[in-house]
């Protein structure tokens, strides 16, 4: 290894070269990388779970300068565990090993000192991330309120979404962590209570994470003009962080939420089932891998609403409330022949299954790209019967690959059928899904966000496509669509 590297500090400068990293017996020090990390910037080293680190510098806390290969640079001490050069993994089923104790210290075998050791972390870590949270909210968000010539308040929030919040409640959970950890004996912390306890708070970061993509793109915009790019330097100075960029900070809350089962995975695995705090910590993991699975699902159907509003932007003679109202997922579409009292004339219709309900079109004749809106069914009012071929006694015909619909007040039957069998059941198990959609979305309280949904129906009415084709399209089928009063 070389004498030194010439780094920067952590307020950005550059500092004199300092010597390679070494163990009390003068070996190099190598750190092994718990989780991956993703590069944000240039100074930053990247690497994988697993990865061995040569560590030349970690005077900072927070950030060790290191090296990989012929790659060097700056990350984050809390992504890696220490070890030497000459201590192998499997020694740790060796307590009285003599380069043991350089890693562990005396007095606890390896699995207890190992929790002791992913314990610290968690607090370390927690306490850092209260730091960062700190000086994003002071160093940028309270500066960027000063200046009211620059930012609105609106870009404000943009760009920073919730994370004056986030930074509210982890103050709070990082003092319930504390009340739990046991300074003296480490190991011993029963933190695992804490998690479950505000289990229910983290789902503030499906927000966070649902407005990082527009913080990009406010900030990308911001950044191609030469003042605000002086504006945020000055802030990251004055706050005295390190030299990474806003939207590399930024990033952190995305990457703390999608670490905490990666840290209470560590934690279940030196945790002996005999201790007290095993139950706690495996419902914890269980409990965070859901909230993660809980922002994957929120930000996927928040992608899902501008398709839905974009699409019901495309049907013609539209009445009634925007889909968006009251869904938010597409479970299922088709071509289906719908007979409904009182009339039993076939019709050919396309129909659109989503949460709560469903939406049937009518072709047009000569494009058949275009669709007329035709009626609606209230999924949660309704009963679906898988009907037997042959008589069907309501509408007294003979029915193949058909289904009926009834509304539980009886007012209202639509009878349903299909070319082939396999469509029919395909339609059975859309119906299925739905139900159960609706009922996992009010236990887990998955329930439309309407600010996203109110924000992406405005765009409904903005189709240029549409509108382009509308004056041709009206004359064409006026006729036809007087014709067709029944739905």
Known sequence: MSGGVQKRDSCGKEAVPVPGGSGPDGSVVYAEGLWDHVTMDVQELGFKAGDAIEVIDATNKEWWWGRIIDSEGWFPASFVRQLSTHLEESQCGDEDGADLSLLLGPGLPCKEQMRANVINEIMITERDYIKHLKDICEGYIKQCRKRTDMFTEEQIRTIYGNIEEIYRFQRKFLKSLEKEFNKEQPHLSEIGCCFLEHQTEFQIYSEYCNNHPNACNQLSKLMKVNKYVYFFEACRLLQKMIDISLDGFLLTPVQKICKYPLQLAELLKYTNPQHRDYKDVEAALNAMKNVASMINERKRRLENIDKIAQWQSSIEDWEGEDVLVRSSELIFSGEITKLS???????????????????????????????????????????????????????????????????????????????????????????????????????????????????????????????????GTQADHGAERQSDGNR
Request: hydrophobic letters at 30%.
């Open 341 to 471: 009292q009182p009339q039993t004339k076939s019709q050919q219709r396309m129909f659109f299954l989503f949460d709560h309900q469903m939406v049937y079109c009518k072709k047009d004749i000569l494009r058949r790209d275009i669709l007329y809106y035709k009626g609606r069914m209230n999924m949660d009012l309704m009963e679906v019967t898988d009907l037997e071929d042959g008589k069907e006694k309501d509408f007294n015909i003979t029915v193949k690959n058909a289904l009926k619909l009834c509304a539980r007040s009886g007012n209202e039957v639509h009878l349903l059928c299909t070319k082939k069998p396999e469509q029919k059941q395909r339609w059975l198990r859309a119906f299925a899904d739905e139900r159960k959609r609706v009922q996992n979305d009010c236990e887990t309280g998955l329930i439309n966000m309407e600010k996203q949904k109110s924000k992406g129906a405005t765009t409904k009415n903005k189709n240029p496509w549409k509108e382009k084709q509308q004056g």
